[in-house]
């Protein structure tokens, strides 16, 4: 009889790629770890890794028991969704990941939905870039918030994922008060933004990669971009006077004094996801969080609606 415990282990090795790594994750010694995946080969009389003295990888009878370990895992998680749903009352913790802006903006009313359900207890983390949906395939999180910028159909990973879209973020232009900008009756023209000064995150982030593509088929281009990490940083920056900026719209929430934002005419739009294993959807507790979300969703974009000011020009 195959250890369900250690079937994840090998699940979450998978997923991170070195016993340290899948020890760190989930709070055990490396030498637990390995131990454990040790006793999983013996439990199937087959050679799952391949060490040597600074690294492990699967073997070929080790990804073919990822295989099923993938589908045993899920159809368990299912099973006990199913009974929970007949239960009938939320409860439970759940596991959130959220990239900075979507955590930040959406925390408040979340915290004050769920507070209506007792049973449920919410733990929300902020993720780094492109981490979250690994974090919800291996079970580390219940649900992840991630944004995409390519506007294609996220990866549902074989049917073991399922994404529900939130919102369309798109960049809007940050802009000093006092600046020729902050005033809506002045339309935004993308040619003359290239006169400014600009602040932006580094080459290679989504969000300078989407105002690369804002201003591509612009003659000319920024005068002097001072490159900073963080979008909190880089708005805090451009309500002092340093220059001006596009982020996305959500980054507004949670604003520096000081700053007007504008819309952009084209203006790059990222996807924010919802991703759930398709295995827990029924339950209760995750059920009770989705439609929290979608309602901190729907006030945040309340909010956004009336606070951007200036039609695209």
Do not use: K
């Not at 390519?150 to 232009?173: E, F, K, M, N, W």
């Amino acid at each position: 009889m195959l250890d369900l415990r250690r079937l994840q282990l090998l699940y979450e090795f998978a997923g991170h790629g070195t016993i340290a790594a899948t020890a760190a994750a989930l709070g055990y010694t490396p030498s637990a770890v390995s131990q454990q995946l040790s006793a999983l080969e013996r439990e199937v009389d087959a050679q799952l890794l391949d060490r040597t003295a600074r690294s492990a990888e699967l073997t070929d009878a080790g990804r073919l028991l990822l295989e099923h370990a993938e589908q045993i895992l899920a159809m368990v998680e299912a099973a006990e969704s199913v009974l929970a749903a007949q239960n009938g009352t939320p409860r439970g913790l759940v596991t959130m990941t959220a990239f900075p802006t979507a955590a930040v903006a959406f925390a408040p009313a979340l915290a004050h939905s769920l507070r209506s359900h007792e049973g449920v207890q919410l733990v929300l983390r902020q993720t780094t870039e492109g981490s979250g949906t690994r974090q919800v395939r291996t079970a580390e999180a219940d649900i992840s918030l991630v944004d995409d910028w390519t506007g294609r159909t996220p990866d549902s990973a074989a049917g073991i994922l399922r994404h529900y879209l939130l919102l369309r973020d798109p960049l809007v232009l940050a802009v000093p008060q006092g600046h020729r900008l902050a005033d809506p009756a002045v339309p935004v023209d993308l040619a003359a933004l290239c006169e400014e000064s600009w602040v932006t995150a580094p080459l290679g982030e989504p969000s300078r990669t989407a105002i690369d593509r804002l201003l591509a088929d612009v003659d000319g281009a920024p005068g002097a971009a001072w490159e900073f990490e963080g979008i909190g940083t880089i708005m805090s920056l451009v309500a002092r006077g340093l220059g001006i900026a596009a982020v996305p719209s959500l980054s507004f929430t949670s604003a520096a004094p000081g700053l007007v934002h504008r819309r952009l005419p084209g203006a790059p739009v990222r996807d924010v996801y919802a991703v759930v294993r398709a295995s827990s959807v029924r339950r209760p507790a995750i059920d009770v969080t989705l439609t929290a979300l979608r309602e901190a969703v729907r006030d945040v974009e309340r909010v956004l609606d009336a606070e951007i000011g200036g039609a695209p020009s």
